[in-house]
């Protein structure tokens, strides 16, 4: 069983940056995509920015030249750099990643628990 963890969330000031980190507990035999998702209250969740395993990235209109996704494959481990950050990007990020445990299994969805990133003076 693959556990995503993540880290980095919190609380900083208008303009200012943070970095999340998701790390998967166990293997993959391949890996789809990763990506960035966000959940605002009362909202659906949507795609804040993802990478596929040639490195190909796709990101939301909203935090386009500002987020960065990036990828270490040695550590399993997914980023999101975010700089310039503004009030509105205020919400729970979740970290998944599309891939398969076995080389017979589907590709399955994992996701990670939630960070909380407010974004407030």
């Known amino acids: 069983q693959v556990q995503l963890v993540e880290s980095g969330g919190g609380l900083v000031q208008p303009g200012g940056s943070l970095r999340l980190s998701c790390t998967a507990s166990g293997r993959f035999f391949s890996i789809s995509s990763s990506g960035w998702y966000v959940q605002a209250p009362g909202k659906q969740r949507e795609l804040v920015g993802s990478?596929?395993?040639?490195?190909?990235?796709n990101y939301a209109d909203s935090v386009k030249g500002r987020f960065t996704i990036s990828r270490d494959n040695a550590e399993n481990t997914v980023y999101l750099q975010m700089n310039n950050l503004k009030p509105e990007d205020t919400a729970v990020y979740y970290c998944n990643i599309r891939g398969r445990i076995r080389a017979f299994m589907p590709p399955t969805d994992y996701w990670g628990q939630g960070t909380q990133v407010t974004v407030s003076s």
């Open positions: 990478i596929t395993t040639d490195g190909r990235t």
